[in-house]
């Protein structure tokens, strides 16, 4: 079985632009969490999210972040007019359900604003 | 806001020692789970312990859930080169929480041979 796929595993973005971030879970798994891992922190929680609805976005900055997991295709991570502060390693992770079961991680994308 | 203390941050061992992570809080999570996580990559799930005082052994991994469902340990026995990289708890929680990982600091293990 294939394992959470993300992708880019890298991202160059200057400041300003727009970084869109993939994740297609676990075969069988509708459970999808975003985290980041700032340079030098522990990883945080940003969003929760099951198939074409957001469970938890606690942990979502108030502006120029969004989330969605449609129906059909991955979830996706959106950063418009990213900040050298957004350079970080973002990574999903997914369940086949919610409270209770284990998660597990894809490898993640390396983002770095310029 | 739950909060997951993790130590100690830095463990560095001789080949065949034992050691012991620890992980503490003064939140209840319905269950905590153990991942490593090499440079560069994502973090591989170790383990879920699910029920208060619950052991779970992996070759020579020990985890420990404790028997209020805050803290954990794991324990390995005669440390090898191989177990070397950064071991991280994360607790999931009830309530509002529910769903996400709240994550320890981590801590870095350095096995010399």
């Known amino acids: 079985n294939a394992g959470v796929m993300q992708n880019p595993r890298h991202l160059v973005r200057r400041r300003g632009q727009e970084a869109r971030l993939r994740c297609s879970p676990m075969k069988g798994h509708s459970h999808v969490y975003w985290y980041r891992q700032l340079p030098e922190e522990g990883l945080k929680f940003m969003v929760y999210?099951?198939?074409?609805?957001?469970?938890?976005e606690s942990g979502m900055p108030k502006e120029r972040f969004s989330a969605e997991f449609p129906k059909e295709g991955p979830s996706i991570l959106r950063i418009q007019q990213v900040v050298r502060g957004d350079s970080a390693a973002y990574f999903c992770a997914s369940s086949p359900a919610g409270q209770g079961t284990s998660q597990y991680f894809g490898p993640g994308t390396r983002l770095l604003v310029l | 806001t739950q909060l997951l203390e993790q130590s100690p941050q830095f463990l560095s061992i001789q080949e065949g020692e034992n050691l012991t992570v620890y992980c503490n809080s003064s939140?209840?999570?319905?269950?905590l789970q153990w991942y490593r996580q090499e440079p560069g990559e994502g973090p591989v799930l170790l383990v879920t312990?699910?029920?208060?005082?619950e052991v779970k052994k992996l070759k020579r991994l020990t985890f420990q859930f404790g028997d209020a469902r805050k803290d954990s340990s794991l324990h390995i026995t005669a440390a090898q080169p191989g177990d070397t990289g950064l071991y991280l708890c994360a607790g999931q929680g009830g309530g509002t929480s529910y769903g996400k990982l709240t994550f320890g600091q981590g801590t870095i293990l350095t096995v010399h041979p």
């Open positions: 312990v699910v029920t208060g005082g």
């Open positions: 999210l099951q198939k074409e609805n957001i469970i938890d």
């Open positions: 939140s209840v999570f319905s269950s």
